[in-house]
């Protein structure tokens, strides 16, 4: 069992910024690769970014490119979601998720954190 714990959520202004964070402990030697997803109210959960541990390789939601970075400190086993520039819209519940291979759709992912509010004030 792998567990992941969320940190850094919370309401900011738009145009302000916010780091994410994500600790994964327990099982992971399969966890390759950590992920990023948000969910606004009556929206389906969306992919937001993910990392890969083995190969350094990061991919992004396009629409996200830009201003979204996502990083992982290996030695923590602890990833990163910097936001920037953010927008009303950006507003929703930001899960991060670990799983074997890389997947756009949230139900590949095996092991989820908690969710962590994220809030911008218009």
């Known amino acids: 069992q792998v567990q992941l714990v969320q940190s850094g959520g919370g309401l900011v202004q738009t145009g302000g910024s916010l780091r994410l964070s994500c600790a994964a402990s327990?099982?992971?030697?399969?966890?390759?690769?950590m992920g990023w997803f948000r969910q606004a109210p009556g929206k389906e959960r969306e992919f937001v970014a993910a990392?890969?541990?083995?190969?350094?390789?990061?991919s992004y939601a396009e629409a996200l490119k830009g201003r979204f970075t996502i990083s992982g400190d290996n030695a923590k086993n602890t990833v990163y979601l910097q936001m920037n520039s953010l927008k009303s819209e950006d507003t929703a519940v930001y899960y991060c998720?670990?799983?074997?291979?890389?997947?756009?759709?949230?139900?590949?992912?095996?092991?989820w954190g908690q969710g962590t509010q994220v809030t911008v004030s218009s």
């Open positions: 998720a670990a799983g074997v291979r890389f997947s756009l759709a949230p139900t590949t992912y095996d092991y």
């Open positions: 327990g099982r992971t030697l399969s966890s390759n690769v």
């Open positions: 990392i890969g541990w083995t190969g350094g390789w990061t």
